[in-house]
């Protein structure tokens, strides 16, 4: 086997392929692409109509599906909220960005996401797909969550033009008509790095996010554009709009994805009256699998074993639909390997950007989406929790090193030999492979993950230990009234946990 050769040469060929590719496409586009990226949170695999969820209504997203390419084997960068959204920002894995808990078991639990008294954040040497983007003149706008920290490390702060949006998950403090976690206070809505109104009022939040975007688009109509919707849905606690409560079958979880749904049909209606469809490129999926672990107030992994926080399929593949009027061609669906971490690589050919100077893990998506391939470059998954490789997809083959259950106690479970499935024949990852019989398959795999682990190198500082906590720093518009400001409620207080601690 000649694996690190295969692995140099493919990495030669893709990058020659962006070079021509680069400069076809500034030859034969009259103008750079808009990008339109439409983020769920916590969405899982089987929870849309186009992926076979029986009574949740999404028509607008299956017609983005019947116009465009539905991929079936995509993934986030990871299984949960804050290190997933960093890939999908940087094209980077999260540990090289310093995205993961240096801390052991069991204090690894606590420290996955930043939360309001986290210090840390994303970097600043961190090049963010709207900083790629910002010296080819893009607009960018990012409505709803950031997650990936707010002391100095805001969104317009990371390449964005514009904020309107969560800091965080709304779980993180007490939204109002909700229960909520009273050791915070109340979650504050941005605009920009000013808070504009705590605690925020979640029952009006999508239709002022959908005001933004439709105003971003028409002010932008005539130039090019980045337009990243990070959704709040379906994150727990689930909220819907007045219109949309009691509307699903599926009760409150369906209410807030047919609202998103919604909310999805009145932007690409928008670029569709102006005549932008043909401009602008639109991704949907998830930043990672759903909670099942919710019940009812948690989605559906469908056929996929595990849930967010895992590194079972169901934590990190998501439903993913591509779709560009007159350059993907129409109802199609796709087996080929992707990632959100792929996101960077893609737009950067499509808009003739120059890459960041960094050890990157984004693949151009380019030649499948355009038919060009059915194939994509990436042949391989690396599922990490933290700074563990838990397991690694190499084409069809997957190997567990380590398993854990996401919200549990346990402790990691190490497997030697790892636990092998084909997930081809068996996605569900039901029925695990022989490892004397498939030797040589594991060998390959360990042959890719021993190349992979020469890229890491020495690791970034942990952006997210219990020293980089400090509920000082917990957003507040105001001490004095208590961090409530151009709020119509009042959230619980518990001096016991929590205002108490703020200066």
């Known amino acids: 086997l000649h694996v ?7 990495n030669m060929k893709r990058v020659a392929f962006v070079v021509v590719a680069c400069s076809l496409f500034a030859v034969s586009m009259s103008r750079p692409p808009n990008f ?48 997933s959204r960093g890939g999908l920002m940087t094209g980077r894995l999260p540990l090289r960005t310093g995205i993961y808990s240096s801390a052991g078991y069991p204090l690894d639990m606590v420290f996955r996401v930043f939360m ?26 990012l409505l709803g969550k950031w997650h990936l920290g707010h002391l100095n490390t805001m969104p317009t702060q990371r390449g964005f033009d514009e904020f ?7 779980d993180e403090g007490c939204p109002p008509a909700n229960p909520c976690l009273t050791k915070w206070p109340g979650v504050p809505l941005y605009h920009n790095e000013t808070i504009i109104e705590q605690p925020v009022d ?75 469809l043909g401009d602008t490129m639109i ?55 992707g990632s959100q971490l792929d996101f960077l690589a893609t737009f950067a050919e499509l808009a003739g950007a120059s890459m960041p100077n960094k050890t990157l893990d984004s693949y151009s998506l380019v030649p499948v989406l355009l038919g060009q391939a059915a194939a994509s470059s990436r042949d391989s998954v690396f599922y990490y ?54 030797s040589s398959i594991l060998e390959q795999i360990n042959s890719v993950v021993e190349a992979h682990n020469k890229t890491i ?26 961090c409530v400001c151009n709020s119509t409620s009042t959230p619980v207080i518990d001096v016991g946990h929590g205002f108490y601690l703020f200066p």
């Open 457 to 482: 190198g020495s690791l970034p500082p942990s952006q997210l230990d219990l020293y980089d906590y400090d509920c000082k720093v917990c957003p507040c518009c105001d001490h004095a009234m208590l």
């Open 4 to 10: 690190h050769k295969t692995i140099i040469i493919a």
């Open 164 to 170: 309107y949006g969560l800091p965080y998950s709304q």
């Open 202 to 276: 979640l029952s009006t939040l999508t239709p002022r996010y959908n005001e933004k975007a439709l105003e971003f688009i028409v002010d932008n109509k005539d130039n090019p554009f980045l337009l990243v919707m990070a959704y709040d849905e379906v994150h727990v606690p689930l909220f819907a709009s007045r219109g949309f409560v009691n509307m699903s079958a599926r009760g409150l979880y369906g209410d807030a994805l047919q609202e998103m749904d919604d909310s999805i049909g009145q932007i690409v209606g928008r670029l569709r009256d102006l005549g932008l």
């Open 385 to 438: 929790r933290d700074a563990t490789l838990m397991a690694a997809r190499y084409g069809n083959y997957k190997a567990h090193y380590f398993t854990r259950s996401g919200w549990g106690l346990d402790k990691p479970e190490r497997h030697d030999p790892p636990l092998l499935y084909h997930l081809g024949h068996d996605p569900s990852e039901q029925y695990q492979l022989n490892a004397t019989e498939y």
């Open 36 to 83: 339109v990226i439409l983020l769920a949170d916590d969405l899982g695999y089987g929870d849309i109509g186009c992926y076979g969820h029986p009574t949740i209504l999404t028509p607008n997203i299956d017609l983005l599906a019947q116009g465009g390419m539905k991929f079936t084997q995509f993934y986030s960068a990871n299984s949960i909220c804050t290190p």
């Open 116 to 141: 309001p008294g986290s210090t840390g954040g994303l970097q600043s040497d961190e090049v963010t797909v709207a900083a790629l983007l910002k010296p080819l003149n893009y607009s960018s706008l």
């Open 283 to 337: 991704v949907f999926s998830s930043d990672n699998g759903a909670w099942t672990e919710e019940g009812l107030n948690g989605g559906s992994n469908g056929l996929l074993r595990g849930q967010k926080g895992e590194t079972w399929e169901g934590g990190m593949r998501v439903p993913t639909i591509f779709y560009w009027t007159g350059h993907i061609a129409s109802g199609k669906v796709s087996l080929a390997l």
